[in-house]
């Protein structure tokens, strides 16, 4: 999105007095005369702020943004970014006045009738209903052959009306069928389908170019005409013909559509030739050749199926005659070429559809009416009296014999044995000759666009490598010149193969395909009852979308069960590729409105279950603030969540006027960095006067539900001692709030190693360890932060590496489990140990006991946490664990700044006032109430430093303070203690007294 720049001078107080000129572009061109004293930004509803185009030779009007809107029009400050913005400045904003640019000229966009109806019809009436109509009515007879038409026409049909509805729902572009599915389903399927037709459609010019040369070397057999033999000639003259149909397409649009017009007027007149010839009496040498005109016996006779060979069936049948109806998405491929696709698509498509059917059950009646199966095409085989009695066929009872070649199976005419049926039954044979050329031109030439425009949307996507070249338009019409050679060559390819009835079972499978995810799409797009999906055509029923899916998927397989196999191997080959690629696009398809309802539904199944301790999940809400300032907070909790719970990171903004604008630019570049060190978190942020609130704000407010966290985890504040005394308490504050929301908390020290680079203050919360400047070192003791122009951009922060982000070998993580928290101590570091960067590492837990009772009391553990089935077996007793440490009054003396002056007039307990001025004080009374703990926490310290040196992670059950009984420096010191001077990452964990661990199976 191009953003305007902040310091182009633009000023609110522009705006105070009255309606300026340039707020026309607000006003999208509505009056403002001078008389109109209304000042105010809010514009009125206009094209402009909901198109995403750029209009030719006026610039783009824009909507104000609610930051302009609602701030104060005193403040003289430029405006943060709009929330929408243009390819260039307000008209008023700029200080030079542009010169109009010439608009560019306009592309040939073609009406529903010449672009979408005509098209359809012609990609319709194929070579299947010249060549194979007559053939497949004699197979499948005439009852079974109308079935045959309404079945495809039931799949064409609903895909129809499932085409209608998705592109209906929106502005549609070129791209055709790739573009309704990829918007509606996603880039998943919509990629490997775009491919799939893209291919069936280029396999589609072959089809019907063998067609027309089948049909021009039958005319040179006739006349004695050979090149080189059948074969060969078809592939010979299919070649050409694709040659020249490429150099038309080559030449444009506009005169691909004037061919377009004159195959189809030549068809209509083949067709009224053939009706009129089925009308006349039947001469001898039509007769000889099956043709009786309309008698009520033929038709009887040529009613019932006489299946044939071995593709005598009735799937295989309709595996020859489908692929003619499934011309019905022509005109949607050339959608970018349409004046209104809107309107077009679907009334083109479905009047295509209706009239196509039709025809081709007037035709196929009319043929099996008039023709019988077999005949001979002699004269001399007329019925005489001596052979009258033996005569065999239907042929006999209107006095002809062709009992020898229905006996021998060499009869070559008939509609079972010549497939120039209807050509032998015109009033003018050439005329349907003419229309065979114009039916299998023109479809092929439909095929030859189609495919080009299908793959030129698809490259420009650029969802696979490779293929971006074939994505170039050239031209006023940016025709894909570079897609027209492809398609070529894929066409010749198939020509060579020179076989009709191969061919068209291959692309059946293709396009029953992508018949399966139209209506699937439209399914989909429906039943998720996503607020965008209001198509304007309403004559689609979502469930008989669905009936018509699963139909092409059933049928995909009764054809040709390899085919089938083969296509939805490469559709599962291509969408494995583009789940595991996840291309940068957003088209809003159902599959995230589905996702989202998903979603929904079971977070709200979830609040109707009990909780329980064998479902509990280490929920965590990291203090990261900006997460790229502290890269060990989340790679630890990363690698503890992963593909396994919930991870939010938190960040409170301490500014206490913060644009929207710049908090949605800071939160995306925030997210895009998360994204990039493939880590699968959530990112919160929350504007507050101070940070303990802010905290407080997330610790209530994140998640959804059941999905909630449930651990608190932040860095150790290790400049406390520094910092001024408020912030220290201000950081206890925060701990003691998540104890008293019962979370889990945890702390983490980095050690000697520093952890992650200094940001910008305005990216800082004081309290955190691994930031930037404190707020004592800022000089702004308030915590109060001014934003940088660096926030106003989405782009994120460089990735650095972490101690949790490495391969950690063969060490150890060492539990000092010395309170029990409910488990949480021990469940931690073993879900550390199941990702691989920590699977070599060994469990070691160490726990307190007496010299007396040492192995008795590791037994005891042993046994307990071999019960929760956590792999660990090294368990370790501290015996001395309540020995006097060495270092109490060093630790004493480190405490200096925050001691209180001794008051001689109360002995016991110290000023209440100053305690409540000062809650970190610290007195001789708390040293002396403490003393047990503190000795205890500088004890650890020591056994840690003994036992741990080498370890790779140390996790230590964190005390917990009491309320009014330890001051919060002392609290923030024994934490201190505990970590002090130890080279490996220490955590600091405390569980919230629930049991987190069980050995019950109920």
């Keep these: 999105m191009e953003v305007q720049d902040i310091n182009d001078g633009v000023r609110l107080s522009d705006y105070r007095t009255s309606v300026p000129p340039s707020l026309s572009d607000y006003y999208g061109g509505h009056d403002a005369s001078p008389g109109y004293q209304y000042a105010t930004l809010d514009a009125p509803p206009n094209y402009d702020f909901y198109a995403n185009t750029q209009i030719s030779g006026r610039k783009r009007r824009i909507r104000p943004s609610l930051y302009q809107l609602h701030a104060n029009q005193e403040d003289n400050s430029a405006p943060p970014l709009y929330e929408e913005t243009t390819a260039g400045h307000m008209e008023g904003d700029s200080s030079e006045d542009e010169e109009q640019k010439e608009p560019p000229v306009e592309p040939i966009r073609f009406g529903w009738v010449q672009g979408v109806m005509i098209r359809c019809m012609l990609n319709i009436w194929g070579v299947i209903l010249y060549l194979r109509l007559p053939w497949i009515t004699a197979q499948a007879g005439i009852g079974l052959t109308w079935v045959i038409v309404l079945l495809s026409s039931c799949i064409t049909g609903i895909t129809g009306l499932s085409t209608s509805a998705i592109a209906t729902n929106g502005k549609v572009k070129g791209g055709g069928t790739y573009f309704l599915i990829s918007r509606s389903l996603g880039p998943e399927l919509g990629g490997s389908i775009g491919l799939i037709f893209a291919f069936a459609n280029a396999v589609a010019v072959a089809m019907h170019t063998v067609g027309f040369a089948e049909t021009v070397t039958d005319l040179m057999h006739e006349n004695g005409s050979v090149m080189v033999n059948p074969i060969n000639d078809i592939r010979i003259i299919g070649v050409i013909t694709a040659t020249c149909l490429l150099g038309i397409s080559l030449a444009g649009m506009a005169w691909e559509s004037k061919a377009q017009i004159i195959f189809f007027l030549v068809i209509l007149v083949s067709f009224a030739s053939y009706v009129v010839g089925t009308l006349l009496p039947a001469s001898p040498h039509k007769q000889a050749k099956g043709f009786f005109s309309y008698q009520a016996d033929i038709f009887a006779a040529n009613f019932v199926p006489s299946w044939r060979g071995s593709e005598g069936s009735f799937f295989g049948m309709f595996s020859i005659f489908f692929p003619s109806a499934t011309g019905i998405l022509a005109g949607a491929n050339i959608s970018g070429d349409l004046k209104d696709p809107t309107v077009a698509i679907p009334r083109g498509t479905l009047m295509a559809i209706l009239w196509t059917t039709l025809s081709y059950i007037i035709i196929s009646a009319t043929i099996g009416s008039c023709v019988v199966r077999d005949a001979s095409g002699l004269l001399n085989d007329t019925l005489s009296s001596s052979s009258a009695r033996n005569c065999v066929g239907l042929a006999c009872r209107h006095g002809w014999d062709f009992t020898d070649c229905i006996d021998n199976n060499t009869c070559a005419f008939g509609i079972s044995n010549y497939y120039q049926s209807m050509s032998m039954v015109s009033a003018f044979s050439p005329l349907i000759t003419a229309g065979i050329f114009g039916a299998t031109l023109s479809s092929a030439l439909a095929c030859l666009v189609s495919a080009p425009k299908v793959f030129q949307c698809l490259c420009q996507d650029h969802l696979y490598p490779l293929i971006g070249f074939f994505g170039k338009g050239y031209g006023k019409n940016q025709e894909p010149l570079p897609g027209y050679l492809l398609t070529y060559v894929i066409a010749v390819c198939f020509i060579l193969i020179a076989e009709l009835?191969?061919?068209?079972?291959?692309?059946?499978?293709?396009?029953?395909?992508?018949?399966?995810?139209?209506?699937?799409?439209?399914?989909?797009?429906?039943?998720?009852?996503?607020?965008?999906?209001?198509?304007?055509?309403?004559?689609?029923?979502?469930?008989?979308?669905?009936?018509?899916?699963?139909?092409?998927?059933?049928?995909?397989?009764?054809?040709?069960?390899?085919?089938?196999?083969?296509?939805?191997?490469?559709?599962?080959?291509?969408?494995?590729?583009?789940?595991?690629?996840?291309?940068?696009?957003?088209?809003?398809?159902?599959?995230?409105?589905?996702?989202?309802?998903?979603?929904?539904?079971?977070?709200?199944?979830?609040?109707?279950?009990?909780?329980?301790?064998?479902?509990?999940?280490?929920?965590?809400?990291?203090?990261?603030?900006?997460?790229?300032?502290?890269?060990?907070?989340?790679?630890?909790?990363?690698?503890?969540?992963?593909?396994?719970?919930?991870?939010?990171?938190?960040?409170?903004?301490?500014?206490?006027?913060?644009?929207?604008?710049?908090?949605?630019?800071?939160?995306?570049?925030?997210?895009?960095?998360?994204?990039?060190?493939?880590?699968?978190?959530?990112?919160?942020?929350?504007?507050?006067?101070?940070?303990?609130?802010?905290?407080?704000?997330?610790?209530?407010?994140?998640?959804?539900?059941?999905?909630?966290?449930?651990?608190?985890?932040?860095?150790?504040?290790?400049?406390?001692?520094?910092?001024?005394?408020?912030?220290?308490?201000?950081?206890?504050?925060?701990?003691?709030?998540?104890?008293?929301?019962?979370?889990?908390?945890?702390?983490?020290?980095?050690?000697?190693?520093?952890?992650?680079?200094?940001?910008?203050?305005?990216?800082?919360?004081?309290?955190?360890?691994?930031?930037?400047?404190?707020?004592?070192?800022?000089?702004?003791?308030?915590?109060?932060?001014?934003?940088?122009?660096?926030?106003?951009?989405?782009?994120?922060?460089?990735?650095?590496?972490?101690?949790?982000?490495?391969?950690?070998?063969?060490?150890?993580?060492?539990?000092?489990?010395?309170?029990?928290?409910?488990?949480?101590?021990?469940?931690?570091p073993y879900l550390l140990t199941r990702r691989r960067r920590w699977a070599k590492c060994k469990l070691r837990v160490f726990v307190g006991g007496d010299n007396s009772n040492k192995e008795e009391r590791r037994e005891e553990v042993s046994r307990l946490i071999k019960k929760f089935r956590l792999g660990i077996h090294d368990v370790q007793v501290l015996p001395d664990l309540h020995q006097k440490p060495q270092n109490l009054h060093q630790f004493e003396n480190t405490l200096s700044s925050f001691r209180q002056d001794p008051n001689p007039k109360q002995e016991c307990h110290s000023d209440p006032s100053t305690t409540q001025e000062e809650p970190w004080g610290i007195t001789d009374q708390d040293l002396e109430r403490n003393s047990v703990k503190t000795s205890r926490q500088l004890r650890v310290n020591e056994l840690v430093q003994d036992y741990s040196r080498e370890a790779a992670l140390v996790v230590i059950t964190m005390p917990v303070r009491r309320k009014g009984a330890c001051p919060s420096a002392l609290y923030l010191a024994w934490l201190e203690a505990l970590s002090h001077d130890l080279r490996p990452p220490v955590l600091l964990v405390r569980g919230n007294q629930e049991n987190v661990l069980t050995f019950y199976c109920q």
């Design 501 to 828: 009835n191969t061919i068209a079972p291959i692309i059946s499978n293709f396009f029953l395909c992508s018949y399966c995810l139209i209506n699937f799409s439209c399914f989909h797009a429906s039943i998720t009852n996503s607020p965008g999906w209001r198509p304007s055509f309403r004559f689609y029923n979502k469930w008989l979308s669905l009936l018509c899916a699963v139909c092409c998927l059933v049928i995909m397989f009764l054809l040709t069960w390899w085919a089938a196999l083969i296509a939805f191997g490469v559709v599962l080959l291509l969408l494995g590729y583009t789940l595991y690629k996840k291309p940068a696009v957003n088209w809003g398809s159902s599959v995230q409105a589905g996702s989202y309802s998903f979603a929904l539904s079971q977070s709200l199944a979830l609040n109707q279950v009990e909780e329980h301790v064998k479902n509990y999940r280490p929920q965590f809400l990291v203090l990261t603030g900006p997460p790229s300032s502290r890269p060990a907070l989340v790679d630890l909790v990363s690698a503890l969540t992963k593909d396994l719970s919930l991870m939010m990171c938190g960040h409170v903004l301490t500014q206490k006027h913060l644009p929207p604008p710049q908090q949605r630019a800071s939160s995306d570049g925030h997210i895009l960095w998360l994204k990039q060190r493939k880590v699968k978190s959530f990112y919160k942020h929350v504007l507050s006067a101070d940070l303990r609130s802010g905290v407080n704000m997330l610790l209530q407010g994140a998640g959804l539900g059941r999905i909630r966290p449930n651990v608190l985890l932040m860095g150790f504040k290790a400049d406390w001692r520094r910092d001024w005394p408020q912030a220290a308490h201000t950081y206890v504050g925060i701990l003691q709030d998540a104890f008293d929301l019962q979370y889990g908390v945890c702390v983490l020290r980095m050690g000697e190693r520093p952890d992650g680079p200094h940001l910008y203050p305005s990216h800082v919360n004081a309290g955190f360890d691994g930031g930037a400047e404190s707020v004592k070192s800022t000089g702004n003791p308030s915590g109060v932060h001014s934003i940088t122009t660096s926030t106003m951009k989405a782009e994120p922060a460089p990735q650095v590496s972490s101690a949790f982000g490495k391969k950690q070998g063969e060490k150890t993580i060492d539990v000092y489990w010395l309170s029990d928290d409910g488990g949480l101590t021990l469940l931690l």
